[in-house]
């Protein structure tokens, strides 16, 4: 039986010092075949020169390997919206696709996991979506906890105020792919999160894994960062009162909107719902229309974060 290909996306950046180990970590996957998509971004380093070695010669999981030239200076997210309309019209027997940051090691398994999960999905319409927790690790490798363990189920009703999964562990089957690049011109947050909306929004299944596939690195070129420890949430808490929290769901909103047609009667609802939340000019109004979207974040500590954004217009 033909081991199950999957298309990884993988943008770079001045990535010279940490793609080597994050190649190996692609070329020891298990159980699958790899088809690399490789988009730069104008670097300066020597990562184009790594890049082109080590897919000289493919080796382990890696079978082949596309270049996608673009124009530099796009953003990270730009280059994979990018990278995955044109693996969606490149490839059309392609039936999985995967996002890939260059300065991460994935574990043994991880590609394997989400097959192992996914698998019956392979050829449905219904888009469905695989991600999960990560291990933060600081740039010499050393460990510093486990991502925040979600458990209330991934639902379109989270994905309008947060994410929960990383690009870095997703993987999803041609349905979500087409969802997103037939997205990819939107001006979005992030690139994961559009994911994780616009497969909820669609009733897509959503799959979220408590365990870590992903060495996920920290460190100063971080375009988000890991939610990790009081640190994190109290930057979380500055951005909101400075108004970034504002300016993302602002995006992220007039996005969705153009991608509603998609979306269930009840999603579409949920976001219009959202939408008033934000516009309402007496606070009460703004609590009453946030409580009618039913919009929520996984954690209370966050939850309440929502409401006092809300309240305070910051939403």
């Given at each position: 039986m033909a081991l199950p290909t999957i298309h990884v996306l993988l943008a770079t950046y001045n990535g010279e010092r940490y793609l080597r180990k994050q190649w190996q970590s692609l070329e020891q996957q298990q159980g699958v075949e790899l088809v690399v998509h490789v988009a730069d971004d104008g670097s300066s380093d020597g990562t184009v020169a790594l890049l082109q070695e080590l897919s000289a010669q493919p080796q382990g999981a890696v079978r082949s390997v596309h270049w996608v030239q673009a124009a530099p200076r796009r953003s990270a997210t730009r280059s994979f919206l990018m990278l995955m309309a044109d693996g969606v019209n490149r490839s059309p027997e392609a039936r999985w696709f995967a996002y890939c940051d260059q300065d991460d090691v994935w574990l043994p398994g991880k590609l394997a996991a989400a097959i192992e999960v996914l698998g019956p999905l392979a050829d449905a319409s219904r888009p469905a979506l695989y991600g999960g927790r990560t291990l933060a690790?600081?740039?010499?490798?050393?460990?510093?906890g486990l991502s925040p363990l979600f458990v209330r189920p991934p639902c379109f009703r989270n994905a309008v105020t947060q994410n929960i999964m990383g690009g870095n562990t997703m993987v999803m089957n041609r349905a979500a792919a087409e969802l997103v690049a037939a997205s990819a011109h939107l001006e979005v947050v992030t690139h994961d999160w559009l994911t994780y909306q616009l497969v909820s929004g669609a009733d897509g299944f959503i799959h979220y894994d408590p365990?870590?596939?992903?060495?996920?690195?920290?460190?100063?070129?971080?375009?988000?960062?890991?939610?990790?420890?009081?640190?994190?949430?109290?930057?979380?808490?500055?951005?909101?009162?400075?108004?970034?929290?504002?300016?993302?769901?602002?995006?992220?909103?007039?996005?969705?909107?153009?991608?509603?047609?998609?979306?269930?009667?009840?999603?579409?609802?949920?976001?219009?719902?959202?939408?008033?939340?934000?516009?309402?000019?007496?606070?009460?109004?703004?609590?009453?229309?946030?409580?009618?979207?039913?919009?929520?974040?996984?954690?209370?500590?966050?939850?309440?974060?929502?409401?006092?954004?809300?309240?305070?217009?910051?939403?």
């Amino acid at each position: 039986m033909a081991l199950p290909t999957i298309h990884v996306l993988l943008a770079t950046y001045n990535g010279e010092r940490y793609l080597r180990k994050q190649w190996q970590s692609l070329e020891q996957q298990q159980g699958v075949e790899l088809v690399v998509h490789v988009a730069d971004d104008g670097s300066s380093d020597g990562t184009v020169a790594l890049l082109q070695e080590l897919s000289a010669q493919p080796q382990g999981a890696v079978r082949s390997v596309h270049w996608v030239q673009a124009a530099p200076r796009r953003s990270a997210t730009r280059s994979f919206l990018m990278l995955m309309a044109d693996g969606v019209n490149r490839s059309p027997e392609a039936r999985w696709f995967a996002y890939c940051d260059q300065d991460d090691v994935w574990l043994p398994g991880k590609l394997a996991a989400a097959i192992e999960v996914l698998g019956p999905l392979a050829d449905a319409s219904r888009p469905a979506l695989y991600g999960g927790r990560t291990l933060a690790v600081d740039d010499d490798d050393r460990e510093g906890g486990l991502s925040p363990l979600f458990v209330r189920p991934p639902c379109f009703r989270n994905a309008v105020t947060q994410n929960i999964m990383g690009g870095n562990t997703m993987v999803m089957n041609r349905a979500a792919a087409e969802l997103v690049a037939a997205s990819a011109h939107l001006e979005v947050v992030t690139h994961d999160w559009l994911t994780y909306q616009l497969v909820s929004g669609a009733d897509g299944f959503i799959h979220y894994d408590p365990r870590p596939f992903v060495r996920y690195r920290q460190h100063a070129q971080n375009v988000i960062g890991s939610n990790l420890g009081w640190r994190a949430r109290w930057e979380r808490l500055l951005r909101m009162l400075r108004g970034e929290y504002r300016e993302w769901n602002a995006l992220n909103v007039t996005a969705l909107a153009q991608r509603a047609s998609v979306f269930t009667q009840a999603n579409r609802q949920v976001l219009e719902s959202f939408a008033r939340a934000r516009q309402e000019r007496s606070p009460w109004s703004r609590l009453a229309w946030l409580r009618r979207s039913g919009a929520f974040r996984q954690k209370p500590s966050e939850q309440l974060m929502l409401w006092l954004a809300c309240a305070l217009g910051r939403m």
